[in-house]
């Protein structure tokens, strides 16, 4: 059997597309037409693979986030799971969301369970998400469950575009920055040059500028080239073990890094507790899933040894207490939360508050940061400026 993608109208006029399993392309033409499509255009999946680019072929967090919404309004409104990933694939799924529905989905008409079909497919759906579905599985409440993981996914998915959003207005002012100082050593100072051809000496800043130009002239594509080699291997240095453990404990000493990694890692763990809580996992198999939301290194290192203790016979309070993600008034919330038996309202409580904490520290970089670019995009070109207009001065000083 193969899927073919197709694009159609109905018999009211409307627009379909979707996709079709069947056995060649004759026969999918006639399913279609059975249904009363008219087709305008119809293709091999694979053919269609072949053209997207590679970084479309993962599922992205928004990908991801579709799809457990989808299922958990399927599943809600009484549709089975197998029933609603076909209904799924053939929407306006993207192919790398479209293929991983197909496994899933013949992984579940072989006889397997939605838990263990997803867990072929690792880079999607990480072990919480796999976990959660299984005990889904088997209460009942699939449809809770999938609710519950959606609404984590959406938080992440605002939680990165809060990040790049905050950072995207620096890197546009350094960016118009660089390009202003490339524009103006490479054809300003050109210009210029000839102006200060018949001089015996020229100040230093202008023999600075010229030379700068001129160096920039001759070597600027051995320039881009070295700086695209140094940024690809910092990439790849950085995907190395030794030297991002180095890296994440270095960030934790940073001023105003440290305070942004930590309200990050503490709304992932805490929103990920407050949802295996909900779905009854015990507290020592909630902290070992919950622990894999957190990136860094260290701070899961310290969860790990939480998790021990509590296993030991600990009360989860004073063990989390000596962790880094956890200042005294969310220590304070645990202890009352502990005592009442009420911890995922507690987690939940911590997350709102820590995405609240988040939203006003971006803010006040973010507040911070568009002065100081453009304090140093001003004061750099203006000094340029302010230095060929000193040039130009000492041309009529050495009488030229």
């Known amino acids: 059997m193969t899927n073919f993608v197709y694009k159609a109208y109905d018999s009211s006029g409307g627009k379909v597309e979707g996709q079709i399993e069947s056995q060649n392309k004759t026969a999918a033409l006639s399913q279609l037409k059975e249904q009363g499509l008219l087709v305008t255009d119809i293709k091999d999946e694979s053919v269609v693979k072949s053209k997207v680019l590679n970084f479309s072929s993962k599922i992205s967090l928004a990908d991801l986030e579709f799809l457990t919404s989808e299922l958990s309004l399927l599943l809600d409104s009484g549709v089975k799971i197998d029933k609603g990933i076909d209904i799924i694939k053939k929407t306006k799924a993207k192919p790398a969301l479209s293929r991983l529905l197909s496994g899933v989905s013949s992984s579940l008409k072989k006889g397997q369970s939605l838990s ?54 620096p890197v546009v002012i350094l960016f118009v920055c660089i390009l202003a100082i490339f524009f103006i ?159 995922e309202r507690v987690f939940n409580e911590i997350a709102n508050r820590s995405r609240q904490e988040f939203e006003s520290w971006t803010s006040r970089v973010t507040t911070l940061l568009e002065p100081l670019m453009i304090l140093f995009m001003g004061g750099f070109v203006g000094g340029v400026v302010v230095m060929m207009l000193m040039s130009m001065v000492s041309i009529n000083e050495l009488g030229i």
Request: net charge positive.
């Open 116 to 169: 263990q079909a997803f867990r072929e497919y690792p880079d999607a759906f990480d072990d919480l998400y796999c976990n959660l579905i299984e005990l889904g599985e088997a209460s009942g409440n699939l449809a809770d469950i999938f609710s519950g993981l959606s609404k984590d996914l959406k938080f992440k998915r605002d939680l990165r575009s809060k990040v790049i959003s905050s950072l995207t207005y």
């Open 185 to 343: 050593f490479n054809f300003i100072i050109p210009k210029m040059s000839s102006m200060f051809s018949g001089a015996d000496s020229l100040p230093w800043y202008t023999q600075a500028m010229l030379s700068i130009s001129d160096w920039m002239l001759q070597y600027q594509s051995f320039l881009i080239v070295g700086v695209a080699m140094l940024l690809f291997s910092a990439s790849v240095l950085f995907k190395q073990p030794k030297l991002m453990n180095w890296w994440q404990k270095f960030s934790l000493k940073l001023p105003v890094l440290s305070s942004a990694i930590l309200i990050i890692e503490r709304i992932r763990f805490n929103a990920g507790l407050a949802l295996m809580i909900k779905s009854g996992v015990q507290i020592d198999k909630a902290l070992a899933l919950a622990s894999g939301n957190i990136k860094n290194e260290v701070l899961r290192g310290e969860i790990n040894v939480v998790r021990a203790k509590v296993k030991a016979g600990s009360l989860l309070t004073p063990a989390l207490k000596q962790t880094s993600i956890y200042p005294d008034f969310f220590i304070s919330l645990l202890e009352v939360g502990e005592e009442s038996g009420n911890l």
